[in-house]
């Protein structure tokens, strides 16, 4: 098993920055994309980014592009998720996942299996 815990969320002023992390632990060699999702209340859980575990394609939801970027540190087991030029509508429960099946990132919920318990990240206007 994949243990992720994410950490870094809080609260912020619209056009400021966070950094998000998620440490991993367990089984880590057996992830083979990490990626970031987010849900927002009353809404479904969307994708924000992937990048694959053993090289460093990454893919972005249209929303986020050119603001947030998504690393890794192999050395540290942590992927990181750098988040500027905030805006309210950033404002959800991000999540951190791993799948371990698939080398081709998905940016289906479903296509990980497993999840962190999320970190609050607010933007006021």
């Known amino acids: 098993q994949v243990q992720l815990v994410e950490s870094g969320g809080g609260l912020v002023q619209a056009g400021g920055s966070l950094r998000l992390s998620c440490a991993a632990s367990g089984r880590t060699f057996s992830s083979r994309v990490m990626g970031w999702f987010r849900q927002a209340p009353g809404k479904e859980r969307e994708f924000v980014a992937s990048?694959?575990?053993?090289?460093?394609?990454?893919y972005y939801s249209e929303s986020v592009k050119g603001r947030f970027t998504i690393s890794k540190d192999n050395a540290k087991n942590t992927v990181y998720l750098e988040m500027n030029s905030l805006k309210p509508e950033d404002t959800a429960v991000y999540y951190c996942?791993?799948?371990?099946?698939?080398?081709?990132?998905?940016?289906?919920?479903?296509?990980?299996?497993?999840w962190g318990q999320g970190t609050q990240v607010t933007v006021s206007s």
């Open positions: 990048i694959s575990w053993p090289g460093r394609t990454t």
């Open positions: 996942a791993s799948d371990t099946r698939r080398y081709i990132a998905t940016k289906i919920p479903g296509g990980y299996d497993y």
